[in-house]
């Protein structure tokens, strides 16, 4: 009996997956372009016209994570726009069945980004005539993978919970406060942006440990953004 509910919510789950990937290649080959070539665009950019490494990092990691960001948010409003949002709890069986699809699918984005993200690098690397280590590398991909997933677990339950409009001011309004929050923290008390600085200078000087407690983070959230997200879903009529 386990083995049979066991396929079948698999069976659920990857049918989700497919009606997901459906919606994303449904805006053509030019939207999905965008994506694979945004970023290693920029960043090579950047690197021919003598931008540190350090900088271009950021801005791929930066660039990915946002681009790939927007896809979970642009996939809610395939949803709304097409009126296809009556067929989550029945395409994939239940609602269940309906959020963890989603979830793997934008893991699965989230891989993508990090190769992305190394490849991107990789390449900046060699215009700049400073060869990016193979560990380097994968550091960056893991770190912008662990971003994303972070990312994704926290907007799920405001997309489950607002129209994706809605939910996109909730996000940037819930990003500014905590930002401004930061800031004003750091202007006002030396000791807290001295604090901060010494958080990042470990985090780069033990990165293996650093991913390892972000992983932990990670999977905490996406526990609590599944959990979250079924009460909001649950409560709403398909």
Not at 18 to 31: A, E, K, P, V
Not at 134 to 149: E, K, N, P, Q, S
Not at 170 to 185: D, K, P, Q, R, Y
Request: hydrophobic share 55%; net charge neutral; proline share 3%.
């Amino acid at each position: 009996m386990n083995t049979t509910a066991n396929a079948d919510a698999m069976t659920a789950i990857l049918r989700q997956i497919s009606l997901d990937w459906n919606r994303t290649i449904s805006y053509g080959r030019s939207y999905i372009a965008i994506f694979f070539a945004y970023v290693p665009g920029f960043t090579c950019l950047m690197a021919a016209t003598g931008s540190t490494l350090d900088s271009v990092a950021g801005a791929a990691i930066g660039g990915a994570a946002s681009g790939f960001l927007m896809l979970n948010i642009t996939l809610f409003s395939y949803e709304q726009m097409n009126n296809h949002h009556w067929m989550n709890g029945i395409v994939p069986i239940n609602r269940n069945h309906q959020i963890l699809g989603r979830f793997a699918f934008l893991i699965a984005c989230d891989l993508v980004a990090g190769l992305e993200v190394a490849v991107s690098i990789a390449c900046a690397g060699i215009i700049m005539h400073e060869p990016v280590k193979v560990t380097d590398a994968i550091g960056f991909a893991a770190m912008t993978v662990l971003i994303l997933v972070l990312l994704n677990a926290i907007v799920q339950p405001f997309l489950y919970r607002f129209s994706p409009y809605r939910a996109m001011a909730a996000i940037i309004l819930s990003l500014g406060v905590i930002g401004g929050a930061v800031i004003g923290l750091c202007k006002a008390l030396p000791e807290f942006e001295k604090t901060v600085e010494q958080l990042a200078e470990a985090i780069s000087r033990h990165q293996a440990i650093a991913l390892a407690a972000f992983l932990i983070i990670d999977v905490l959230a996406l526990v609590f953004s599944r959990k979250i997200s079924l009460h909001i879903y649950g409560s709403k009529d398909i």
